[in-house]
C-alpha cells in the first residue's frame, strides 16, 4: 500500500515506525520493555517528527574542542541504538578526520537503496547520502532529480531545528532516511511527493 494511502486510511498526524530492513509501517506495534513491537514484523523505530525541504546543507561549525565522539559513552548510544534498530547496517570508526558513519541497505518495499550516514563533529544533523542507485527520473533526454535533496545531492531528511543531538541518534536519522526514500519511491510512480515529513510523535 502507497504512503499516501496509509495516511488517508490511518490520517495524517499518526506515528509511524520503521521496521529493521527500512519499511514504513502505521499499526500493529506495541509498546515493550526493549522497545516498539510490530506483530509480525519486530522490532520498530518511531519516526519522529522531522520535515523534508532542500536548498544548500549545512556547513560544519568550527570545534575547538575535542571530537564529541572521543567521549566513549555519547559514542556508544549511537552505536547500541544503530544495532538495535538497523542491525545490518556496518559500522564504520573515525578515521583521517571523519566522524563515525554508518553504511547498509534500507529496502522500502519497493526498492533498495545503499545508504551512508556519517556523524559531524559539531555534532549537527548527520549527512544522510544514497550510494545507489541514481536518485530522479529520466523525462526523455534529460533526468530529473528528487525533490528534497540538498544541492550536493544529500538526503534533506530533516530540518536542522528537528535535529536534538542531546535526544536523537544516528537511528533517528538512519529512520528519517527510510522515511524519505519511501515517499522518493512513490514519487517515481505517481511524480506527487506523498508527504513533507511527520509531524505526530510516538503515540
Known amino acids: 500500500m ?38 509480525s514484523l519486530g522490532f520498530v523505530t518511531p519516526v519522529q517528527k522531522h520535515t523534508f525541504h532542500g536548498g544548500e546543507e549545512a556547513p560544519d561549525n568550527a570545534v575547538n574542542d575535542a571530537p564529541w565522539w572521543t567521549d566513549s559513552a555519547r559514542l556508544q548510544h549511537h552505536i547500541s541504538a544503530m544495532e538495535q534498530s538497523f542491525p545490518g547496517f556496518t559500522y564504520l570508526p573515525a578515521s583521517d578526520g571523519l566522524g563515525p558513519c554508518w553504511g547498509g541497505e534500507l529496502n522500502t518495499g519497493r526498492g533498495k537503496f545503499k545508504v551512508l550516514i556519517m556523524t559531524r563533529q559539531d555534532e549537527g544533523l548527520p549527512r544522510v547520502a544514497v550510494v545507489g542507485p541514481k536518485l530522479g527520473i529520466a523525462a526523455g533526454r ?34 528519517w532516511a527510510a522515511h524519505w526514500l519511501a515517499a522518493y519511491t512513490e514519487w517515481r510512480i505517481t511524480r506527487r511527493w506523498p508527504i513533507e515529513g511527520a509531524q505526530a510523535l510516538v503515540a
Open 2 to 39: 502507497s504512503i499516501a494511502a496509509l495516511l488517508h486510511h490511518h490520517g495524517v498526524d499518526v506515528p509511524r515506525y520503521v521496521t529493521v530492513n527500512g519499511q514504513i509501517v502505521f499499526d500493529d506495534v506495541q509498546a515493550s520493555p526493549s522497545g516498539y513491537v510490530h506483530s
Open 142 to 175: 534529460s533526468w530529473v532529480p528528487s525533490p528534497h535533496l540538498y544541492l550536493n545531492g544529500n538526503l534533506c531528511v530533516a530540518d536542522e531545528d528537528d535535529w536534538d543531538p542531546h535526544e536523537h541518534t544516528v537511528a533517528t536519522v538512519t529512520a
